[in-house]
């Protein structure tokens, strides 16, 4: 008996189909356990970064009495649209939003046509010191802008053209409180980030056949056209990568708004941060327990349009960082 | 007679032509800011009323200032670097992790990447100043960063802490713990540029490598460290020097030669601040990048 139990068992070892079958158990069983190991994570990271909006999404529609409620958990006992009016009120909302909206699209225009030329430049093109210039690319990347801080802060207050309009008009211009510095630094190619923007350009430049601009050259193509009409087309992909960061980061930027003291009835995000000493004393709300669910639906309304941008751009830019760019 | 230029110099004027804008930006506004910014450090600024300043060279008083007698410059500085350093670890090997996990395929990746990615628009600027501010201005600042958690959670942190403090875990041991995963929406926060750059790394590897290596019968481990590692770790440099760059920006050093600039308008004071600052950084970036360059593979 036991003999044949033994025998069966040695039978089965051999049994190449057996084998197979309990191989191929073991493969599924893995790779279900690896599945589900992804999914925890991906859901419990997911959770980490949406948690917060979602605490400021339910609390915006919080009333004053459910804010001192214990029982009140993410859901409210009454909601109410009245925090979305008064922020929208004090935000004084579609004309601070035009104003943002322009200035961010102005500037990340300008910001693309630089950059991309300086891109291009670097990758296609030999001239004397490239080298050591693409150096001083990386150093504007990684030389953190409050270092110079100061010196362009006393630049721009007392602004003059290489020092000929002192001698035309005898005096100097104050450009701060407008957004005219802004716009002068990225039309020089040095706005905000602008250095990385001419890496990822560059490198996507010289991922890019050479036959291509051959062919328009031997067409008769001047190379300011050939950029221009053939070069930037192909690059579409990167311009959309740039674009999203651009925008995105100019909406969200603090640090020049500050550094050049833009008006803040202007700029939303400026705004924003005054938002809740506005409601605390224009009117007359200074518990901060509630005078934060303002600015928690100020919040929203501030990210809403930025955040459609972002949804639409999305697709192509998740495409462009895969196609370009970035790496090379 | 004009002399005609060959194809190589007009190429060589166009490139050039090219770069232009960006060259006089740079000459204008980080050259000649650079040197000034080194210039106020060394010197003692009166700001007149015309906004105009007068500089009185005072040599390194500035410096001696900001060391010896600031009350919070020394201890701020060192703790930002602290931080700094001991974050870079985490946020590139979590971006890793996370690139990958995000680089295969499965239902619903689309709207994963999306919520990975909302943190750039969330996590800088306004907004999240905005937020902390509210936070701040009910719990004051040491106290945030539990509320933060909790309510989210819906879970009592400090009970599941007590109990653990109960079954006998060292304090230390528990505050470490807690650290971290206080730490981890900061680092999940500041990953999401590293996630896209190391996407974009994983997409370029090519598909032939990983078919050779389930040929030759490499396990996913092997996998990893003999292919997929090799091949992104170029990008993990580009990493390294962003993350160390943005945490920088964002750390207390700046805020203090901020502060000291436009509240205090002691211009010497906080350009010196800012020299010291970035010169410590660019250091360590220094020895950081001789570091990683080493284990660096280049595929050409």
């Not at chain 1, 925008?247 to 803040?264: E, G």
């Not at chain 1, 005054?274 to 669910?293: A, N």
């Not at chain 2, 907004?127 to 945030?144: F, R, S, W």
């Not at chain 2, 160390?244 to 601040?273: C, E, H, P, R």
Request: with cysteine; charged share 15%; glycine share 6%.
């Amino acid at each position: 008996m036991v003999r044949n139990i033994v025998d069966q068992i040695r039978d089965l070892k051999n049994d190449t189909v057996f084998i197979n079958k309990q191989a191929r158990y073991i493969h599924i069983f893995k790779s279900l356990l690896f599945s589900t190991f992804k999914f925890i994570i991906l859901l419990g990271i997911s959770f980490i970064i949406l948690g917060p909006i979602i605490n400021i999404i339910s609390n915006s529609f919080f009333s004053s009495s459910d804010v001192y409620n214990p029982s009140v958990f993410l859901f409210p006992l009454r909601p109410t649209w009245e925090n979305f009016r008064l922020a929208y009120l004090r935000l004084d909302y579609w004309k601070t939003l035009g104003y943002t909206l322009l200035y961010v699209s102005g500037l990340t225009l300008i910001q693309l046509v630089i950059t991309s030329m300086a891109g291009y430049g670097f990758a296609r093109f030999d001239f004397p010191f490239k080298k050591l210039l693409f150096a001083c690319v990386i150093i504007t990347i990684v030389l953190p802008t409050h270092t110079i801080m100061l010196p362009l802060y006393q630049h721009f207050r007392n602004w003059d053209l290489f020092g000929i309009l002192q001698v035309i008009t005898g005096k100097k211009y104050n450009l701060l409180s407008k957004e005219t510095p802004m716009y002068l630094m990225t039309l020089f190619g040095t706005g905000l980030r602008s250095g990385l923007f001419i890496y990822i350009f560059r490198q996507f430049f010289r991922g890019l056949p050479k036959e291509i601009e051959e062919a328009a050259f031997i067409d008769g193509a001047g190379m300011w056209y050939t950029y221009f009409r053939i070069m930037l087309v192909n690059a579409i992909p990167s311009v959309v990568t740039v674009t999203v960061f651009s925008m995105v980061w100019q909406y969200n930027d603090m640090f020049y708004v500050r550094l050049f003291s833009m008006p803040t009835s202007r700029n939303i995000t400026f705004r924003l941060s005054t938002l809740q000493s506005t409601v605390m004393f224009l009117d007359q709300i200074k518990d901060p327990m509630i005078s934060q669910l303002y600015v928690y639906a100020g919040v929203l309304l501030v990210l809403l349009p930025i955040l459609i941008i972002y949804l639409i751009l999305q697709r192509y830019f998740m495409e462009g960082v895969e196609r370009s760019g970035i790496v090379g | 007679m004009k002399k005609r230029l060959t194809l190589r110099q007009k190429r060589a004027i166009t490139g050039f032509l090219f770069i232009l804008p960006w060259f006089i930006g740079f000459a204008l506004y980080y050259v000649k800011s650079l040197i000034q910014t080194v210039q106020f450090a060394l010197s003692k600024i009166d700001i007149a009323a015309s906004g105009g300043y007068t500089a009185t060279f005072t040599g390194l008083d500035n410096f001696k200032y900001a060391f010896l007698e600031h009350a919070q410059f020394n201890q701020v500085l060192v703790n930002s670097l602290i931080d700094i350093l001991l974050d870079v670890p985490f946020i590139v090997f979590f971006s890793l992790l996370m690139a990958i996990l995000l680089n295969s395929k499965f239902k619903g990746r689309g709207l994963v990447r999306t919520i990975f990615f909302l943190p750039i628009l969330l996590g800088s600027g306004a907004v999240l100043e905005t937020l902390e501010l509210a936070t701040q201005n009910i719990q004051g600042g040491a106290a945030a960063m539990s509320t933060e958690m909790a309510p989210v959670a819906g879970v009592n942190v400090d009970y599941f802490l007590s109990i653990l403090l109960e079954v006998g875990l060292p304090v230390r041991l528990l505050d470490f713990i807690v650290g971290l995963v206080g730490g981890i929406y900061e680092i999940v926060r500041a990953s999401s540029v590293q996630i896209i750059i190391f996407i974009a790394a994983l997409q370029s590897v090519s598909p032939s490598l990983y078919e050779v290596s389930k040929i030759e019968g490499a396990t996913p481990y092997e996998t990893f460290w003999k292919v997929t590692f090799p091949m992104v770790s170029p990008l993990i440099l580009t990493n390294v020097v962003y993350t160390i760059v943005d945490k920088f920006v964002n750390s207390q050093v700046v805020d203090i030669a901020y502060s000291t600039a436009f509240t205090n308008y002691n211009y010497g004071l906080s350009s010196a601040m800012s020299v010291i600052s970035t010169v410590i950084v660019c250091l360590i970036l220094l020895i950081v990048g001789g570091l990683i360059t080493k284990i660096t593979f280049y595929y050409n």
